[in-house]
């Protein structure tokens, strides 16, 4: 019974993430639709990214001595000035840590 | 030929370089979730094929709870439902791009298509030419062997592990995401979009919703596509 479940879960996830790749699916996706799609990138990521730095057990945290509002600030600016991904993550976690550390 | 074979091979291995602080960062959850299902009574296996075959983060460590406290079926799989629904925003935005692509890199991409995997498809010739190709499936494959790695480590060892969700790995994910974003920032409707992502989703998750994330993404990307035609319509 656990592995049915586990199946019927593993179907469902499988067809959350492929269904609109088949081609076959009969829609089409106007100029308009296509716009809106093209927003998806910057609105999930900074959707699922803003809470880990911000919300700590359902409770906004803005204080200064919450480390992940300082490093996130550090790569925000290294993000801006560099545009380097390894540069990015890099600083931040440095200043992660340090800041984590006192 | 042999020098091509050469080439896909660099993209993939350049694709689970980029992946590799979130592969790391999600550690602590993979862990998680495999001693959370030995706890629960489920068995290695159970709990190793299920991060086998779903593949499906928060979903998994949801589904365990329900199951260990004998939810209905109904109950499991629409809560899986639920979760998982933000994976068909990612296939409808990657449709065009994909859909004519061979059935078996459709399927495999298809599979592995996690919100990580998401992040690293924003480039303007992501999933367009094989070198693409290889670079997403080194990408998606080397962050499903880490997670299915961190859920054996779990299953193995995670008894005598402290929890290490609050270590804090999770900052790599709002930094790499922060790398992927900002420099992407160019106009004022992704601008507004992100702005408005941003204090719809902190808002949200501090209301504890359950589609909170979904929600904001929905309506970041509304702003974003309203600002876009204003600025089009002057």
Redesign the interface.
């Known amino acids: 019974m656990?592995?049915i479940?586990?199946?019927?879960?593993?179907v469902?996830?499988?067809t959350?993430?492929?269904?609109?790749?088949?081609?076959k699916l009969p829609i089409r996706?106007g100029t308009?639709a296509?716009?809106?799609?093209?927003?998806?990138?910057?609105?999930?990521?900074?959707?699922?990214?803003?809470?880990?730095?911000?919300?700590k057990d359902?409770?906004?945290n803005i204080a200064i001595s919450n480390?992940?509002l300082g490093?996130?600030i550090v790569?925000?600016v290294?993000?801006?000035k560099t545009?380097?991904?390894y540069w990015?993550?890099g600083l931040?976690?440095l200043v992660?840590i340090v800041y984590?550390s006192f | 030929m042999k020098k091509n074979k050469q080439v896909y091979r660099f993209a993939a291995y350049k694709g689970a370089l980029d992946m590799l602080p979130l592969s790391l960062a999600v550690l602590p959850w993979g862990i998680l979730f495999g001693s959370l299902a030995v706890q629960r009574g489920f068995s290695w296996l159970e709990a190793q094929a299920f991060s086998a075959i779903a593949f499906g983060g928060a979903v998994q460590i949801v589904a365990i709870e329900l199951i260990a406290d004998d939810a209905s079926l109904w109950t499991i799989l629409f809560s899986a439902l639920v979760i998982t629904s933000r994976h068909f925003l990612y296939g409808l935005t990657l449709r065009e791009r994909l859909k004519k692509q061979p059935l078996r890199w459709r399927l495999s991409l298809g599979f592995l298509l996690t919100d990580e995997l998401f992040a690293l498809s924003g480039h303007r010739h992501a999933y367009k030419n094989r070198l693409r190709l290889y670079y997403a499936l080194g990408a998606g494959g080397s962050f499903y062997i880490a997670w299915n790695l961190w859920t054996f480590i779990g299953i193995v060892a995670g008894a005598y592990l402290p929890d290490l969700t609050d270590l804090g790995l999770d900052f790599a994910i709002a930094a790499t995401f922060i790398a992927l974003v900002v420099p992407n920032i160019k106009t004022l409707p992704v601008l507004i979009t992100v702005v408005v992502a941003g204090i719809a989703s902190v808002t949200f998750a501090t209301l504890g919703l359950e589609l909170g994330l979904i929600m904001a993404g929905l309506l970041a990307m509304t702003a974003g596509f309203s600002a876009n035609l204003w600025k089009r319509s002057r």
């Open positions: 656990t592995y479940t586990i199946l019927l879960v593993a469902i996830i499988f959350s993430r492929y269904l609109f790749l088949e081609g996706l308009n296509r716009d809106f799609l093209s927003f998806s990138g910057p609105a999930v990521l900074t959707a699922i990214c803003m809470p880990i730095i911000f919300v359902d409770q906004l480390p992940y490093a996130a790569s925000i290294a993000a801006w545009g380097n991904i990015t993550v931040g976690v992660f984590g």
